[in-house]
């Protein structure tokens, strides 16, 4: 499964829900698949998509997915502790899992060893590891409609899409827009 | 370990004057008086393990529209700052941070002082703004400089940091 697939069926569960996006390729291949005021792309902060989207379920923002690349929530490695510590209703953490720095010159990442969803379960999250688009919809349609916390691990191919276009809009923008989505919505 | 005074009260009084909702922290010796006072106050908290982290939980949590503040000490600076600046700074988050200060006068630790000295440079250099409280302010000030931070922070959309010099003697033995 291509990366896209996967961030396809992710923006289809959550079409009308808040989703936050770790920076690099899989922010603008989000993007890509058609822009919405619900996605908080992060155009760095590398290792924070995790955090920012345990603060939204803290702060009642829910369901909410919070969705990170292996490298990413490799850097980023307390908040799994973090998540599954306060334990919000509502919060799917999603690990787009290539075993490679893809937007990083496709170099190698830790995953290539370390068991993300080993590593999900030893802090006490309740995780899934799926490697298709189907059992990815089926299985964060789940965490979504139980409206209860999850890590979905998922398994994809390396590299990243051709032809996807910079996202070079202020993050400023992407704030408010993101914040006024949650103000109708609530 | 700092014990709880009339100044480090009066921090938490004024983000209580600002009707702070929740906190995040990251533990220090230094700042507990002040997580203390609002665990006192019933303000709930959420404890994180990094600088950068808790900059993203708070940075959530105020995007769902909380009030809400970092507690943390200075040296976590070092950990925070990429966050800070390409998460809070640019999607503009009023996000108010209190921060303990070390390295200064009533240190005890040899070497913290080589990153603690650097942090009110290092904030400028990052374009934060930072306001400092130390033993020459009363609590008083502290209160209100507490909730203006807050204030400034909400008002023009970003992090804004206040930071507290609590191991000054002067500051420690509460002295006027």
Not at chain 1, 52 to 63: D, E, F, Y
Not at chain 1, 72 to 98: C, E, F, K, R
Not at chain 2, 67 to 89: H, I, W, Y
Not at chain 2, 137 to 145: E, G, H, N
Request: charged share 20%.
């Amino acid at each position: 499964m291509q990366r896209l697939d996967a961030l396809r069926v992710i923006d289809d569960v959550y079409a009308a829900d808040p989703i936050v996006m770790t920076c690099g390729a899989p922010a603008r291949e989000l993007a890509s698949l058609g822009r919405r005021a619900s996605h908080l792309y992060l155009l760095d902060s590398m290792g924070l998509a995790g955090a920012v989207g345990l603060g939204l379920a803290l702060g009642g923002v829910t369901p909410v997915a919070a969705v990170e690349g292996d490298g990413s929530q490799l850097m980023g490695l307390t908040t799994l502790a973090s998540i599954a510590y306060h334990a919000p209703p509502g919060l799917a953490l999603v690990i787009l899992d290539n075993h490679e720095h893809a937007s990083a010159a496709r170099i190698p990442s830790q995953a290539t060893k370390i068991d993300l969803a080993a590593l999900c379960r030893g802090a006490g999250l309740e995780t899934s590891d799926v490697d298709g688009p189907e059992a990815l919809r089926s299985v964060l349609s789940e965490v979504r409609g139980d409206g209860r916390l999850g890590a979905v691990v998922v398994r994809i191919d390396g590299g990243n899409a051709p032809d996807v276009p910079l996202l070079l809009e202020d993050p400023a923008a992407l704030a408010v827009r993101f914040t006024q989505f949650l103000e109708e919505r609530a | 370990m700092s014990a709880r005074s009339r100044r480090t009260d009066a921090v938490v009084a004024g983000l209580l004057d600002w009707s702070l909702e929740s906190y995040v922290h990251v533990p220090s010796s230094h700042v507990a008086p002040v997580i203390a006072g609002l665990d006192d106050a019933g303000v709930p908290a959420v404890l994180a393990n990094r600088e950068e982290e808790a900059v993203g939980i708070a940075g959530g949590l105020a995007l769902a529209g909380k009030r809400v503040a970092l507690v943390m000490q200075d040296n976590g600076f070092g950990n925070a700052l990429t966050a800070l600046t390409t998460f809070a700074k640019a999607y503009h988050v009023g996000l108010p941070i209190v921060a303990n200060t070390r390295g200064g006068l009533g240190e005890y630790n040899a070497m913290i002082h080589s990153f603690s000295e650097a942090v009110p440079d290092l904030l400028r250099a990052a374009g934060i703004r930072a306001e400092m409280l130390g033993p020459a302010q009363s609590p008083v000030v502290w209160r209100r400089t507490a909730t203006a931070c807050a204030e400034l922070a909400v008002m023009t959309h970003r992090p804004v940091v206040l930071l507290m010099d609590v191991m000054h003697p002067a500051t420690a033995e509460d002295l006027d």
